[in-house]
């Protein structure tokens, strides 16, 4: 049978989501323990592959089996094994055809930007850190040159292995709640690093080392070394994966604060 999991986790201590030989990932963590509540060895697939010190409040995983376990089972024994900043939330039985990956519709994240001129104790690993104020409403105003469908060439990694750079977003939103400068973005997929370089090229222009109308130069620029810095890790959140009403998956995650 095949079975969705939901799964949260913070990804400060991990080299990022995919399995890597003798690297601690949330992948293989995962793997290990779901492998012990089956007594089997079981691989799991995810909604979106999240790299090194990037955090996940909604993430989707499958895998298969010929274990027969109940739900509940698959929830706490899962996490009777797991460390405690990976948790899986809920667990259900899905049809062959579903696919964490290639079944989701749309993917949204969540950028978290602390905005104050000392770095915070307690929350360096949950946020990044910008140092000079930053003006939300520029930031905002610049965000919608990338709402549509574009080839985001000049937001993606060097090493990104996507097939085509064209994503389409369905909303970019840039707000302030007191000290914290949040980004939210929801797109049918993303490119590699595709959201902390937009979230660099946003923070130029809060800053105000660029005009808003920068970021569409940039993205008709179609070349990563016309565009920003690539943002932190710390400050991005996967924060919801939608499917088609007929697989009926969980839409919840953790709730974020702000």
Same mark, same amino acid.
């Given at each position: ?6 799964v ?6 991990y ?14 963590c ?8 089956? %007594?089997c060895?079981v ?19 499958h ?7 109940d739900?509940?089972?698959?929830v706490?024994?899962?996490n ?5 900043? $990976?948790?899986?939330?809920?667990a259900?039985q899905v049809?062959?055809?579903f696919?964490?990956r290639?079944?989701a ?14 770095r ?14 930053? %003006?939300?409403k ?12 574009h %080839? ?17 977003i369905?909303y970019?939103t ?11 973005i929801? !797109? ?9 370089n ?6 130029? $222009?809060?800053e105000?080392k ?5 970021v569409?130069?940039?993205?008709? !620029? ?30 919840t ?6």
């Amino acid at each position: 049978m095949r079975i969705a999991l939901g799964v949260a986790y913070e990804g400060t201590y991990y080299h990022g989501w995919q399995l890597q030989e003798n690297l601690t990932t949330v992948q293989g963590c995962l793997e290990q323990a779901i492998s012990k509540v089956a %007594d089997c060895s079981v691989n799991v697939i995810c909604a979106g592959r999240t790299d090194r010190g990037v955090h996940a409040v909604a993430q989707v995983v499958h895998f298969d089996t010929h274990a027969e376990r109940d739900m509940r089972s698959w929830v706490l024994g899962t996490n009777t094994h797991l460390p405690p900043d $990976i948790r899986v939330h809920w667990a259900q039985q899905v049809s062959d055809e579903f696919h964490a990956r290639f079944s989701a519709t749309t993917r949204a994240y969540r950028y978290i930007i602390f905005n104050r001129a000392i770095r915070s104790a307690i929350l360096h690993s949950h946020t990044s850190w910008h140092i000079y104020p930053l %003006d939300e409403k520029r930031m905002q105003a610049a965000a919608q040159y990338l709402v549509g469908e574009h %080839d985001f060439s000049s937001f993606r990694a060097n090493e990104c292995q996507a097939k085509s750079p064209v994503r389409t977003i369905h909303y970019l939103t840039v707000k302030r709640v007191n000290d914290f400068v949040i980004v939210d973005i929801k !797109a049918n997929a993303f490119l590699h690093h595709m959201v902390r370089n937009i979230t660099g090229v946003l923070l130029a $222009i809060g800053e105000g080392k660029q005009e808003p109308i920068w970021v569409q130069e940039v993205l008709e !620029a179609k070349n990563r070394t016309q565009a920003g810095i690539t943002a932190p890790a710390a400050g991005l959140y996967l924060t919801e994966v939608n499917y088609p009403g007929l697989f009926k998956i969980p839409n919840t995650s953790e709730v974020l604060l702000l």
